[in-house]
């Protein structure tokens, strides 16, 4: 997922301990009440609806930040389920799962719905060279976990952030003058490993930004007819990326143009949460 794990699990346990901050804060006061601290209980989870399980590593270290438990996950990340599939069973103190039981939930729900929604775009993909890519369109803090969840789903991760591609898009080009100014003033500064990507909204970019260099070419917004002329233009000379307001229901049609990447903003910041359930099978008492 990441060039570096221990990044990604540094930053999943920094993003766990916000989220029990703003959630437990001075401490679970219903449960802190009424249920015992010692009392063992198992727990399970349960898929409510069809779709791609994503988030189980995250939700084991979140219970695992209140103590010892045993968590064990009855699919893998990235396997699909069915409504009323159990997903994981945890044996833990009950007031341990209850206080742990919303953040487990949040992730797990968020990222198993970018999955499911990945793999549905990926299988209107089937039979063309298209990959899907994720976008920078990420909810703040969650860029790692919303990127694995992507690849879960079998979609591809595209550039993590700023800092490792450089794309010049419509602001970056007026700002330089022109498509041919700003490639050549990023590849004058930048080290030749890093790859260019450049923004283009009609056949007269595409030419300029192919003339000048450019690593990828973004086809930005354009018709199916204009997607087919650019790659046809392009011939291999550069990889070709279709973004703009693609849909599960357009994603077939762009893939049929030949473009080597279809990028989609909708699998991360419009995410519709899979519904799964927590339930406990003895009494807390």
Known sequence: MTKNNSMFYQHVDRLITIAFEEDLFTGDLATDAIISKSKQVTAIMTAKADGVISGLEVAKMVIDKLGDNTFIP?????????????????????????????????????????????????????????????????????????????????????????????????????????????????????????????????????REALAAGADIIMLDNMSLEQMTEAVKLIDGRAKTEASGNITLETIAGVAQTGVDFISMGALTHSVKALDISMNFTDHPY
Do not use: W
């Open 74 to 206: 009855l699919v893998r990340d990235g396997e699909a389920v069915v409504k009323g599939q159990d997903i994981v069973k945890i044996i833990a103190p009950y007031a341990q799962l209850l206080s742990s039981e919303r953040i487990m939930l949040n992730f797990l729900q968020r990222m198993s719905g970018i999955a499911t929604m990945t793999a549905r775009c990926v299988a209107k993909l089937e039979g063309t060279h298209a990959r899907l890519l994720d976008t920078r369109k990420t909810l703040p803090g969650h860029r790692l976990t919303d990127k694995l969840a992507v690849r879960h789903g079998g979609g591809t991760n595209h550039r993590m952030g700023l800092y490792d591609m450089a794309m010049l898009k419509d602001n970056h080009i007026k700002a330089a003058g022109s498509i041919t100014d700003a490639v050549r003033q990023a590849k004058q500064s930048l080290p030749i490993s890093i790859q260019i990507e450049v923004e283009t909204k009609d056949i007269d970019e595409v």
